[in-house]
């Protein structure tokens, strides 16, 4: 059974550091996009970033500079180093893993549980 498990969400000041880290058990990262989503409170799922299969890196703009995506393949874990974090950041962040790049619930092939991530001013 695969599961992707997310931690590292929290509460944090407006200017603080957060590591989210997505632990996948029963699958490996191997050839698959791995991303970031999000849920800010009474929105829609927005998309923050995205590990391509090739490995190239992309990100939405507004968190590009601040946020940092990245994967270790030996311990099947997708990290999304967050920085400078706004009060526009609080959301429920989820991971995704899909074979073509889809990271809507439930399109997606694998989604997490959601870790919240909170920001205060």
């Known amino acids: 059974q695969v599961q992707l498990v997310e931690s590292g969400g929290g509460l944090v000041q407006s200017g603080g550091s957060l590591r989210l880290s997505c632990e996948a058990s029963?699958?490996?990262?191997?050839?698959?996009?791995l991303s970031w989503v999000r849920q800010p409170p009474g929105k829609e799922l927005e998309w923050v970033s995205s590990?391509?299969?090739?490995?190239?890196?992309h990100y939405r703009s507004t968190v590009k500079g601040r946020f940092t995506a990245s994967k270790d393949n030996t311990k099947n874990t997708h990290y999304l180093q967050m920085t400078n974090l706004k009060p526009d950041d609080s959301a429920v962040y989820y991971c995704?893993?899909?074979?073509?790049?889809?990271?809507?619930?439930?399109?997606?092939?694998?989604w997490g549980q959601g870790t919240q991530v909170t920001v205060s001013s």
């Open positions: 029963g699958l490996s990262f191997d050839n698959l996009y």
């Open positions: 590990i391509y299969a090739d490995g190239s890196l």
């Open positions: 995704a893993a899909d074979r073509e790049g889809r990271w809507i619930h439930p399109a997606v092939d694998y």
